[in-house]
């Protein structure tokens, strides 16, 4: 079965840096479109950004010049480096792996507090 697991969220303090990781295992990794997406409390699910299986980079208008999506095939890690963070970037974090409608796969989410 596929797994998604993200870790490296917490609490973090306004204006300061967090990377959240997800190790993706029991598929291709090098084939799949990787994401991150958010939820706030009372919010829909948006997404933060994606990298495509050719390292092409996709971001939010609230998460650009400020995070870097990037990713380890070798360790089937996708990565997101938060920079300057801001108390609205507070939620539950989500990994996805995409290559098709079929093969459609999502994390169970990691916290990122931003508070002082």
């Known amino acids: 079965q596929v797994q998604l697991v993200e870790s490296g969220g917490g609490l973090v303090q306004p204006g300061g840096s967090l990377r959240p990781s997800c190790a993706a295992s029991r598929?291709?990794?090098?084939?799949?479109?990787?994401?991150?997406?958010?939820?706030?409390?009372?919010?829909?699910?948006?997404?933060?950004?994606?990298?495509?299986?050719?390292?092409?980079?996709?971001?939010?208008?609230?998460?650009?010049?400020?995070?870097?999506?990037?990713?380890?095939?070798?360790?089937?890690?996708?990565?997101?480096?938060?920079?300057?963070?801001?108390p609205e970037d507070t939620a539950v974090y989500y990994c996805t792996a995409r290559y098709s409608l079929d093969n459609d796969y999502w994390g169970q989410g990691t916290q990122v507090t931003v508070s002082s």
């Open 27 to 86: 598929i291709q990794f090098n084939i799949y479109a990787m994401g991150w997406y958010r939820q706030a409390p009372g919010k829909q699910r948006e997404l933060v950004a994606t990298i495509s299986r050719y390292g092409n980079t996709n971001y939010a208008d609230s998460a650009k010049g400020r995070f870097t999506i990037s990713r380890d095939n070798a360790k089937s890690t996708v990565y997101l480096q938060m920079n300057s963070v801001k």
